[in-house]
C-alpha cells in the first residue's frame, strides 16, 4: 500500500469504472486494468495506475471493483478470486444482480461477493466519457442477501459514501424488479418512440424538438449495452413492458387518464422530501433494518463507527 491508504482494484476501465477510478484515486491507492491495451493507455495518460495483467491489479487489494460488460462479469469475478487476498471483498456495476448471484455462489463466491449497481450511466462509453464527478449524489444499490458478510457490506458501502454516492440497500431480485421499471423498460420505450418517428418521414424528424430529444436520449446508447440489460433480466422486464403496453392500449380510448397518472407520478417523484435519521452500526437487527430502509427508498448517506446516517423520502 501506499502509505495508510486502502488499496483499491478497477477490473475494467471504460466510463463506469474509468470514472470510479479517477474519483477513488485522491482517497485510494487505486489499481487499474482493462483488458484493452489503448484503454490502459488512455487511462495512464490521465494519471491512473494501470497495470497489464489481472492478478497483479488484484493480489493486494481490499476491495475489487469489476466493472466488464454484463455478459462477462461472472467469468471475470471467477477469474479475480484467484488471485484474490483471503480477506478481500468483490463487488461489481452490472445493472442485473441475480444471475450473477447465481453464477458468483455456484463459484464458492457467495460471502465474499457484494453486488453492486451504480445509478449513473450515460449514454456515451469507454474511458474517454469517464468522469471523476459522474457519481456525485448518484444512488448506488448494494445487495444484501441472506449469505452477505454484513461487515463486508458495510466496508464497500464505507468506500462508496466516501465519494459521495447514496447507498441503498436490496436484496438481487427486488432490485431487479425495480431497475427493469426505472432503466430497462426507459430503453425500449425510448427505441420504439425513436423507431416510430423515424417512420413517419423526414417531416417529423426535421418537426422533433425538446420532447422528443428527452425522451429519446438512452436510444443513443450502443445498443449491445440495453440489449445485453434487458436479456438478463427477461421476467422482470416482460412484467414492466406488460404493464406499459396495457396503459399505452387504454390510452387509445382515453388519453387523459395515461398522461395524468404519468404527470401525477413524475411530479410526486421530483418533490420527494429526504428525512435524515440514524441507524446504530452495532443493531443486532441491522441488516433487516437496512432492506427495510431500501424498501422505503431510503440509501446511507454516510458510515461512522457507531453510527450510519441515513435518509429515506416521505410521500408527497
Known amino acids: ?51 497489464d495483467d489481472l492478478p497483479a491489479a488484484v493480489h493486494e ?21 484467484l488471485s484474490l487476498p483471503e480477506d478481500a471483498v468483490v463487488t461489481d456495476v452490472g445493472s442485473v444482480k441475480s444471475p450473477l448471484y447465481a453464477a458468483v455462489r455456484a463459484q464458492g463466491l457467495g460471502t465474499r461477493f ?26 448506488w444499490v448494494l445487495c444484501l ?7 463486508s457490506w458495510l466496508q ?41 418517428a423515424a417512420d413517419a418521414g423526414p417531416l417529423a424528424l426535421t418537426l422533433a424538438a425538446g420532447s422528443f430529444r428527452d425522451g429519446t436520449r438512452v436510444a443513443s446508447t450502443a445498443p449491445a449495452l440495453p440489449t445485453s440489460m434487458c436479456r438478463s433480466n427477461p421476467e422482470a422486464v416482460d412484467a414492466a413492458l406488460g404493464e406499459a403496453m396495457a396503459r399505452l392500449q387504454a390510452a387509445q ?37 437496512l432492506l427495510e430502509l431500501g424498501r422505503r427508498g431510503g440509501w446511507i448517506a454516510r458510515i461512522g463507527s457507531d453510527v450510519l446516517s441515513v435518509a429515506a423520502p416521505e410521500p408527497v
Open 145 to 151: 442477501e441472506a449469505d452477505t458478510v454484513l461487515a
Open 114 to 139: 457484494v453486488g453492486g449497481h451504480p445509478m449513473a450511466g450515460v449514454e456515451r462509453s469507454g474511458f474517454s466519457a469517464s468522469d471523476p464527478d459522474l457519481y456525485d449524489g448518484a444512488a
Open 253 to 289: 380510448a382515453d388519453p387523459g387518464s395515461l398522461i395524468a397518472a404519468g404527470h401525477q407520478a413524475r411530479v410526486a417523484w421530483e418533490n420527494r422530501q429526504a428525512v435524515p435519521s440514524h441507524l446504530p452500526a452495532g443493531d443486532a437487527m441491522l441488516r433487516d433494518r
Open 156 to 196: 464497500v458501502a464505507g468506500v462508496l459514501t466516501g465519494m459521495g454516492v447514496r447507498v441503498v440497500p436490496s436484496t438481487a431480485a427486488e432490485h431487479d424488479a425495480a431497475v427493469a421499471r426505472v432503466s430497462h423498460l426507459p430503453h425500449l420505450l425510448a427505441a420504439a418512440l425513436a423507431a416510430t
Open 1 to 51: 500500500m501506499t502509505g495508510t491508504r486502502e488499496r483499491v482494484a478497477v477490473v475494467g476501465l471504460g466510463l463506469i469504472g474509468g470514472s470510479l477510478s479517477r474519483r477513488l484515486a485522491a482517497s485510494h491507492d487505486v489499481i487499474g486494468y482493462d483488458t484493452d491495451s489503448s484503454t490502459r493507455d488512455l487511462a495512464r495518460t490521465a494519471g491512473l495506475t494501470v497495470v
Open 61 to 81: 487489494a481490499s476491495i475489487v471493483f469489476v466493472a466488464v460488460a454484463l455478459p462477462a462479469l461472472s467469468t471475470v469475478v471467477g477469474q479475480v478470486a
